[in-house]
C-alpha cells in the first residue's frame, strides 16, 4: 500500500496519557485517527489540491483530476491498529500519481511524465482534528 507517515510534536503532551491505555483502546483511538486521514484523502480528490493546500496540476483531458473512473479514490482506505494509524491505497498506479514519474511505455515506444498530485499526507486541518479527537479519546477514557 503506498501510505504516508508523519510524527506530531504538537501531539507530544498526549503521549503519556497514551501509553496508559490499554490495547484495545489504542487500537480504537488510532481506528479514529484513520478515519480522520481517510475523510480527509477523499476529500482531495473533491477539492483537487494536496494536504499543503497547492491546487493539482491540471490534468491534458479537462475536467475533474484524477477522478476518470473513481477508482482512486475509491480505493483510499485507513487502517489502524494500536501502533500505528495509517491510509493509503492498494492500487498500482496509486504511487505515481502521488509522487510523479516517468512512464515508459512497452509495447510502443516513448514515454509520458506524470505530475505529482499527492493526495496522501497530513494538513494543518488534519493535525488540529486529530489532536482533538486524540483529547476527547483520552478525556472520555481516563475520565
Not at 18 to 41: M, P, Q, W, Y
Request: proline share 3%; charged share 25%; with cysteine.
Amino acid at each position: 500500500m503506498v501510505s504516508v507517515s508523519a510524527k506530531f510534536k504538537e501531539l507530544d503532551k498526549y503521549i503519556e496519557n497514551f501509553k496508559s491505555l490499554n490495547d484495545e483502546a489504542k487500537e480504537n483511538l488510532n481506528d479514529h485517527i484513520a478515519g480522520v486521514l481517510e475523510s480527509s484523502t477523499v476529500r482531495r480528490f473533491e477539492t483537487e489540491k494536496d494536504p499543503e493546500g497547492k491546487s493539482w496540476k491540471p490534468n491534458l483531458r479537462g475536467g475533474k483530476i484524477l477522478t476518470l473512473h473513481g477508482y482512486l479514490c475509491g480505493s483510499i482506505i485507513g487502517q489502524a491498529t494500536k501502533d500505528y494509524a495509517e491510509v493509503g491505497s492498494v492500487l498500482e498506479y496509486s504511487r505515481i500519481h502521488q509522487e510523479g514519474g516517468v512512464i515508459q511505455f512497452v509495447k510502443k515506444k516513448g514515454s509520458v511524465t506524470m505530475p505529482a498530485r499527492p493526495y496522501l499526507g497530513v494538513s494543518k486541518q488534519d493535525k488540529a482534528a486529530i489532536g482533538r479527537v486524540i483529547e476527547s479519546f483520552i478525556n472520555g477514557a481516563l475520565s
